[in-house]
């Protein structure tokens, strides 16, 4: 069985305001993964056209970190993604909760810089 | 107010649900002779075929009390209390009697013999089937609807059958002659032995003293180890005579058209009693009898006016309907003696008001036209009978098209308009019609599309299609990803209700392992990680256990795994173990082990076969006639892997004692003598439904062919998450059967290649996923961490096993 881990150290976070998670390619069009940023947990979404979401990975409805599991879709043009525990949709954009719109996850920059993925958090 | 009841049939059990429903807030109190509380007499037969007394069985209301047992003497009509046989006595206010009716049986010389029976009971059901286990060959006195089904019921239980009576054709009070011959075709082709215009001469006993044969006027003597009266009911009127109440000339209690008898604190109601010089031998009229005299007490002023005797009914696989008069100053026919049908109309002399109608072989006129009696024909009587499968006749409003339980056109409308319902089953929650004898369900849904509130069938806003025409659109144009599918049959980029469901017509259709390419990103999330999520986002692990069966050996490696990466261990419903609490990055590691031992996926997470659970069987229960592990060994991995519109359960008991549940299930199996019975669309869950007996005593290969193509054709036609048991009752048991048994839609070549297709196909995903470094890359909790687990898991002990740590919702949500 093979991993290919790609570490990146924590202090990164403070350095430079932009925290390096992963290669692009290591994300799947219309899939998410989870990076662990500080103590934060991060759910990255690449979207079919290739832009990039960051999101909490934290469920507000179910209090598990499981977002970055979701299903990702559309909902009238907007991306989304579905939780995968009791399926609430959440706008990609702004972290609205499109079923019950009291609820919302928070939302971070993130871009592409030289094939790395950078979060902006720190 | 105490009101007594005195039966406890369907008319009585309406009765007390009328008044309970209505808020009645006296005392009820039922008094039945039978020793069970009121159940289905009109279902009856599916006793024999299986059902259980409890499923037959009506609801009692809240504060009803019921004495079961209790056969009523006398009424003392001076001091208003009934006394029953065992010498109990009830005070009332008011009284009903609900007492219905006894089978008729002619004074033949032999009647009595042992061996003759009659037809109305669950208890002379038992004793009939007990008595036909011993015999070859039966006999039924009485051609009529009663006895026809009663045949059948013989037939069912494997005697050679004959049918005597003494009318110059079947059914004579129902159809006329032309019918009676046609009827008769198609029972004859059944197998059993007809015997019209002929008298019974005596009953004659063997050496045993037991029934041997029936002799008939001719002389003819019909050898018979089983005999059944049929030959009609008389009302039973016993206690209304000695009370001082009146009763007909041909018997029955005199009631008025507010059901009361010539004392009013007395009502009578149901098959004893005597409306308008009529006698009532159809639960519909009953039932509207029930409800009005619930009305009267209530303080109302409902009036029963004499109600329709139409029927409708299908006997051994044959429609037969009768609705208005049988006769008319001219009539219409129209007879395919190729495939049996007979239909008649009866009109006025104009040739424009309709009469009445007799159908047999197809019914369908029965539906279309029978609102029309007394009225203008939408058409030319010809042509009506000709285009009746399409004939789209506008019913008028006051229309009635629920004859059971007297509900109009107008006002099932109403109840569509007002309550915006969309289907049957509202319907029959809202107006109860289609709840009796369902023969007006057809026509409940013409008024549903009539209305146009035909549910919409979009399955998101990307699809406007139902998943069965998505399911033909990608098998008949071969389409293979999502993309394809939504760049040309949909919009925008899907959404967690349409990609599971493409994702599993692609995987039924055999597209390789689910995670391949483009398929990983519509999968949901169960399926993603090829483990069910837990709540506190931990997986759990199910390994295949067909049948339930395992070595020591492999109880032992599940153990060892379970201890060595912490797992909860619990046995499941479905005869197998789950193993909770493992992480995402643990996935992986836990199944290389299992894999390794032998093990596969269990599919727990996917809408997929689940289990066949099994009884021991044949193999060591002192009762088993068949193996009935070895059978649901080969079951489970004949249809492993297999995705479907929702998960799919099977099991196999080895009797019919049924240890093994398998009438809960979508498709279950019961040993027989002979073979196998096979039933279908049972369900637990939140509808709970017992399967229907699909077909009898098969051989294993007769036997999995037919589950071949039922759970195929499931696979192409259901609704997205609709189980079978829903999807049965929307395509209707007839329908499948007739698909699945005799190839009416001449696809079953087809249904047959696609699942060698997915036989031949089949590989264990979770060694498929481990053998491959791509696959495995997902499984980590962090993509910047991949050896980090999640800190925000966390668990406590309890009863020496782990458990989730909880963190409170208000927590979370601030
Ligand atoms: C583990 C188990 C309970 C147990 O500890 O015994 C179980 C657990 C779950 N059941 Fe079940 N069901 C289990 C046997 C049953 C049974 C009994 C049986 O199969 O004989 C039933 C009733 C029979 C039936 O399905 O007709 C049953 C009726 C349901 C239903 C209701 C289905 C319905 O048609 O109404 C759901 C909800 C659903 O599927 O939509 C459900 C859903 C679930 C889910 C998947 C809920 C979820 O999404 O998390 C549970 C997750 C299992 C897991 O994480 O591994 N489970 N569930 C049983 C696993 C059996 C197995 O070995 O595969
Ligand atoms: C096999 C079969 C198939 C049928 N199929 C159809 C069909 O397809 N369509 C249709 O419309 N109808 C059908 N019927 C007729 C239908 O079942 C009856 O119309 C209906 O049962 C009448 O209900 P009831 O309550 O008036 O009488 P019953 O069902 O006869 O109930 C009366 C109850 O009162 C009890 N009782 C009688 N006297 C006493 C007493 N003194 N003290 C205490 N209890 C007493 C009896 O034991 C019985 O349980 C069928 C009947 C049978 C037997
Ligand atoms: S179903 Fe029959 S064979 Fe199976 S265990 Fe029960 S009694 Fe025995
Ligand atoms: S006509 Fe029997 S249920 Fe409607």
Redesign the pocket.
């Known amino acids: 069985m093979v991993f290919s881990p790609m570490r990146i150290p924590r202090e990164d976070v403070r350095a430079t305001g932009w925290t390096p998670v992963c290669a692009y390619a290591d994300l799947l069009p219309e899939r998410g993964v989870c990076a662990l940023v500080g103590r934060s947990q991060i759910a990255l979404f690449r979207t079919f056209e290739g832009r990039l979401f960051a999101v909490g990975n934290h469920d507000p409805f179910s209090g598990a970190q499981v977002l970055s599991r979701g299903i990702v879709g559309t909902r009238a043009g907007e991306p989304t993604v579905a939780s995968p525990m009791h399926k609430q949709v959440f706008s990609l954009a702004t972290g609205v909760c499109m079923d019950d719109p009291s609820a919302a996850v928070p939302t971070y920059p993130v871009r592409v810089a030289h094939g790395t993925v950078e979060v902006g958090v720190g | 107010m105490r009101v007594v009841v005195v039966g406890h049939g369907p008319t009585s059990s309406r009765l007390v649900e009328t008044l309970a429903a209505r808020g009645f807030e006296g005392r009820m109190t039922v008094l039945g002779e039978e020793p069970r509380a009121a159940y289905d007499r009109v279902a009856l037969t599916s006793y024999l075929a299986g059902r259980s007394v409890e499923d037959l069985t009506y609801p009692v209301p809240e504060g009803v009390v019921l004495r079961l047992g209790s056969r009523v003497t006398g009424i003392d009509r001076e001091s208003r209390e009934v006394t029953t046989a065992d010498g109990h006595v009830e005070p009332y206010d008011v009284l009903v009697l609900a007492t219905g009716s006894s089978p008729f049986v002619p004074p033949v010389p032999g009647g009595e013999l042992e061996g003759c029976f009659v037809y109305r009971t669950i208890d002379d059901l038992d004793a009939i089937r007990e008595a036909s286990a011993a015999a070859t060959s039966g006999v039924v006195v009485g051609g009529g609807l009663l006895g026809l089904e009663a045949a059948d019921a013989l037939r069912g239980l494997g005697l050679t059958t004959h049918v005597v009576e003494m009318g110059g054709w079947l059914m004579p009070r129902q159809v006329d002659e032309g019918g009676g011959a046609v009827l008769r075709g198609h029972i004859e082709a059944l197998g059993l032995g007809v015997h019209t215009g002929a008298g019974v001469k005596e009953i004659v006993a063997g050496p045993d003293g037991r029934v041997a044969g029936l002799v008939k006027a001719d002389g003819e003597t019909v050898e018979a180890q089983v005999v059944v009266f049929s030959a009609g009911v008389r009302p039973r009127d016993e206690l209304a005579g000695p009370a001082g109440l009146e009763v007909g000339a041909r018997g029955g209690i005199a009631v008025d058209d507010g059901m009361r008898t010539g004392d009013p604190a007395i009502y009578a109601v149901g098959e004893c009693a005597l409306h308008d010089g009529t006698l009532y031998g159809l639960v519909g009229p009953c039932l509207t009898m029930a409800e009005v005299a619930a009305d009267r007490i209530l303080g109302g002023g409902a009036v029963f006016a004499r109600a329709d005797p139409s029927t409708k009914l299908k006997l051994m696989g044959v429609e037969v309907a009768q609705f208005g008069a049988m006769d008319g100053a001219l009539d219409v026919t129209f007879t395919d003696p190729v495939s049996g049908v007979y239909q008649k109309l009866f009109v006025s002399d104009d040739a424009r008001t309709l009469l009445g109608g007799v159908c047999v072989g197809d019914a369908t006129p029965y539906d279309t036209l029978r609102p029309f009696v007394g009225r203008d024909l939408p058409g030319v009587p010809g042509e009506l009978l000709f285009s009746a499968g399409q004939a789209n006749a506008d019913l008028p409003e006051d229309a009635q098209v629920c004859s059971c339980n007297n509900v109009t056109k107008g006002r099932v409308c109403a109840a569509i308009a007002e309550d915006g319902l969309t289907d049957v089953a509202g319907i029959k929650a809202g107006t109860r019609a289609g709840t009796a004898c369902g023969s007006c369900v057809p026509t409940l849904r013409r008024i549903l599309a009539e209305a146009g509130v035909e549910a919409s069938k979009a399955l998101c806003e990307h699809f406007e299609h139902s998943r069965a025409e998505l399911f033909d659109i990608v098998r008949v144009r071969g389409v293979t990803t999502f993309s394809q599918l939504v760049a040309e049959h949909g919009a925008g980029r899907g959404c967690e209700v349409c990609k599971p469901v493409v994702a599993s017509i692609l995987a039924s259709l055999g597209n390789g392992h689910i995670l391949d390419g483009e398929q990983a990103a519509l999968q949901d999330t169960?399926d993603h990680f090829l483990?069910?999520?837990?709540r506190n986002g931990t997986?759990?692990v199910?390994p295949r256990i067909p049948g339930g069966e395992i070595t020591p050996d492999r109880l032992i490696v599940i153990g060892e795994v379970a201890r060595d990466f912490g797992l909860y261990t619990?046995?499941?419903?479905?005869?197998?173990i789950?193993l909770?609490g493992a992480r995402v990055e643990q996935l992986p590691l836990i199944w290389k082990r299992l894999v390794d031992a032998g093990f596969e996926s269990?599919h727990?997470?996917g809408k997929a076969l689940?289990?066949v659970?099994s009884c021991v069987g044949s193999t060591w229960c002192r009762y088993g006639v068949q193996d009935a592990v070895g059978l649901a060994v080969s079951l489970e991995l004949r249809y492993r892997g297999l995705r479907s519109p929702?998960?799919l359960?099977s099991?196999v008991s080895g009797c019919a004692r049924e240890c093994a549940?398998a009438r809960?299930?979508?498709f279950g199996v019961i040993a027989t003598e002979r073979g196998w019975n096979l039933y279908v669309g049972?369900?637990?869950?939140?509808?709970?439904r017992h399967a229907d007996l699909f077909a009898a005593d098969l051989s294993t290969e007769e036997l999995v062919r037919t589950i071949d193509r039922f759970v195929m054709f499931y696979v192409r036609t259901a609704d997205r998450?609709q189980?079978t048991?829903a999807w049965l009752e929307q395509q209707g048991l007839d329908h499948v059967r007739k698909v699945v048994l005799e190839d009416s839609l001449g696809i079953c070549a087809d249904l047959d290649a696609q699942m060698e297709r997915h036989v031949a196909a089949y590989a264990d995903e979770w060694r498929a996923a481990i053998e491959d470094p791509e696959k495995l890359r997902r499984f980590v909790s962090f993509v910047n961490a991949p050896a980090t687990p999640d800190p925000s898991i966390a668990f406590e002990r309890e009863r020496d096993q782990v458990k989730p740590v909880l963190i409170p919702l208000e927590a979370v949500r601030s």
Not at chain 2, 531 to 534: F, L, R, V
């Open positions: 169960n483990a069910n999520i837990q997986y759990s199910v619990k046995i499941t419903g479905g005869q197998r789950d909770f269990g727990a997470y689940r289990t659970k929702h998960k359960k099991a549940e809960g299930k979508d049972g369900n637990g869950g939140f509808t709970p998450l189980r048991s």
